[in-house]
Nanobody, 126 residues
Framework: QVQLAESGGGSVQAAGSLRLSCVAA????????MGWFRQVPGKEREGVAA????????YYADSVKGRFTISQDKSKNSVYLEMTSLKPEDTAMYYC???????????????????WGQGTQVTVSS
């Protein structure tokens, strides 16, 4: 069983920044694609960013392009989400996910991600 642990969430004012971290246990970092998703209560979970771990190719939802940056540190089995210019609508529980096959095709297809973390809450106040 692959384990993912997110951290770095918190409360911040609009226009502020946060950096989320996702540490993968064991061999998770052999996973093909790592993604960040978010969910607001009562709404569907949505993809935010993804990274193809082999090449470092990144993918972003339109709503976060230019504001969020996904990155990785293979030596630490970690993926990061740097969030800047935060808006109240970014408020959500943020989840890290790992996909063991298929590259990052359709990067926000949630059913293709086999492993999920428990989430970290991000709250942005106006």
């Amino acid at each position: 069983q692959v384990q993912l642990a997110e951290s770095g969430g918190g409360s911040v004012q609009a226009a502020g920044s946060l950096r989320l971290s996702c540490v993968a246990a064991d061999n998770t970092y052999r996973q093909n694609c790592m993604g960040w998703f978010r969910q607001v209560p009562g709404k569907e979970r949505e993809g935010v960013a993804a990274i193809l771990t082999g090449s470092g190719t990144t993918y972003y939802a339109d709503s976060v392009k230019g504001r969020f940056t996904i990155s990785q540190d293979k030596s630490k089995n970690s993926v990061y989400l740097e969030m800047t210019s935060l808006k109240p609508e970014d408020t959500a529980m943020y989840y890290c996910a790992a996909r063991p096959w298929g590259g990052c095709g359709f990067p926000f297809r949630q059913s293709s991600y086999a492993y999920w973390g428990q989430g970290t809450q991000v709250t942005v106040s106006s």
